[in-house]
């Protein structure tokens, strides 16, 4: 019942940037905790930024100064701007939203969990 849908990856050449963008349908009730993740060939999937749902935010130390997370929470989406990119930076990007549910039936709230996009592949190289 739940989609996040992930674009904006693509290839790019090293100083360059790309903006991600993953948007969130479906029968929601509230969207807590939004983040980017990434997963490079051979390595366990890190945590590149997240936001609340009062927009603080943190980043990876790999990112800080040149990845901006952002979300605008009338659309359900949220944005990772990637300045500066480097090729250790090339994986497959995931977003993620912890996200409470409407059961109509029951006309509640479901308990908030995680939801994961499907990933989209960037790709820093010359």
């Known amino acids: 019942q739940v989609q996040l849908v992930e674009s904006g990856g693509g290839l790019v050449q090293p100083g360059g940037s790309l903006r991600l963008s993953c948007a969130v349908s479906?029968?929601?009730?509230?969207?807590?905790?939004m983040g980017w993740h990434r997963q490079a060939p051979g390595k366990q999937r890190e945590l590149v930024a997240a936001?609340?749902?009062?927009?603080?935010?943190n980043y990876a130390d790999s990112v800080k100064g040149r990845f901006t997370i952002s979300r605008d929470n009338a659309l359900n989406t949220v944005y990772l701007q990637m300045n500066s990119l480097k090729p250790e930076d090339t994986a497959v990007y995931y977003c993620?939203?912890?996200?409470?549910?409407?059961?109509?039936?029951?006309?509640?709230?479901?308990?908030?969990?995680?939801?994961w996009g499907q990933g989209t592949q960037v790709t820093v190289s010359s």
């Open positions: 993620s939203a912890a996200i409470s549910t409407w059961n109509a039936d029951a006309w509640s709230r479901r308990a908030t969990r995680d939801y």
């Open positions: 479906g029968s929601i009730f509230s969207i807590n905790a």
């Open positions: 936001i609340t749902s009062g927009g603080s935010t």
